[in-house]
């Protein structure tokens, strides 16, 4: 059996580390339960369904606009079919998840969190790959575009100030 060693630490890196460790733990200081209800207050739970909502407006206007400047019916079916393969796997995901919080373990609730996005993930490869066969004459550009738009819409959920709690200002 082969032993390897491994390499010292330099004592300047060693010196740094050991106080980073010992700042950490002299700051921390756990909250009472008067202090834990005033942070929840202070900062409220965001609903991840204004953020789906949101989606679903942005994913319609997307295939509207897209059928109106073109005027072609293929091209908004397409662009639709994008929005859909983001907010049914989202919808799916934040329902699941909504019940997975209620439950006492952490653990179970963290595993629960990891299997509920591979179920999403599926769920939205499968939406791409029954495309073709749900939209006739599909078009994968118009797809792509409606996909990545509504993907995008966290970015729009987060400027608006929608996924930060309400006692904060917004940015706009």
């Not at 630490?9 to 209800?37: C, D, H, L, R, W």
């Not at 738009?149 to 608006?160: D, G, H, I, N, Q």
Request: no cysteine; proline share 6%; aromatic share 8%.
């Amino acid at each position: 059996m082969v032993k390897i060693a491994s390499s010292p630490k330099s004592p300047a890196v060693a010196n740094i580390s050991e106080s980073a460790e010992e700042g950490f733990e002299a700051e921390f200081q756990p909250m009472t339960a008067e202090q834990a209800q005033a942070w929840r207050q202070q900062n409220p739970t965001v609903s991840p369904w204004r953020v789906l909502a949101l989606q679903v407006a942005v994913g319609a206007l997307v295939a509207v606009l897209i059928g109106l400047i073109s005027g072609q019916h293929r091209l908004a079916a397409s662009a639709a079919w994008g929005s859909v393969a983001v907010v049914v796997p989202a919808v799916v995901f934040v329902r699941a998840l909504s019940r997975q919080m209620q439950r006492a373990q952490p653990g179970s609730a963290l595993v629960g969190l990891f299997v509920w996005e591979l179920v999403k993930v599926i769920l939205t490869v499968a939406l791409l790959l029954v495309a073709p066969k749900v939209v006739s004459d599909l078009s994968w550009f118009a797809l792509v575009a409606g996909f990545v738009v509504t993907m995008k819409v966290y970015w729009l959920a987060m400027a608006l100030g929608w996924m930060q709690p309400k006692s904060k200002p917004n940015i706009f």
